[in-house]
Nanobody, 126 residues
Framework: QVQLVESGGGSVQAGGSLRLSCAAFGRAFSSSHMAWFRQVPGKEREFVAR????????SYADSVKGRFTISKDNAKSTGYLQMNSLKPEDTAVYYCAADASPYDVFYTSPSGYDYWGQGTQVTVSS
């Protein structure tokens, strides 16, 4: 079992930056792949970024590539999403998720992840 708690959301103007954190409690976070998703009302949860358990591999949605950076500090059991050059269309609730499978399978679907945080709101104004 892994409990995930996001923090760092808030309101920012377009062009600004935010850093989201995802603190993990319980089962070894260090052996889990981690991802960030986002969701706006009335739409499906959307893949944003993913990092392998070791931090050695990352993947991004095209919409955030070059602006967002995902990272993972296993010693602190914490994952991060650095968001730069934010746009109004980045406004959403952001969720971190953990994939506890020992296999390195890249999932962009929420169904590929075993554990979820409660979400943190990010609002970008123009």
């Amino acid at each position: 079992q892994v409990q995930l708690v996001e923090s760092g959301g808030g309101s920012v103007q377009a062009g600004g930056s935010l850093r989201l954190s995802c603190a993990a409690f319980g089962r070894a976070f260090s052996s889990s792949h981690m991802a960030w998703f986002r969701q706006v009302p009335g739409k499906e949860r959307e893949f944003v970024a993913r990092i392998t358990w070791s931090g050695g591999g990352t993947s991004y949605a095209d919409s955030v590539k070059g602006r967002f950076t995902i990272s993972k500090d296993n010693a602190k059991s914490t994952g991060y999403l650095q968001m730069n050059s934010l746009k109004p269309e980045d406004t959403a609730v952001y969720y971190c998720a953990a994939d506890a499978s020992p296999y390195d399978v890249f999932y962009t679907s929420p169904s590929g992840y075993d554990y979820w945080g409660q979400g943190t709101q990010v609002t970008v104004s123009s």
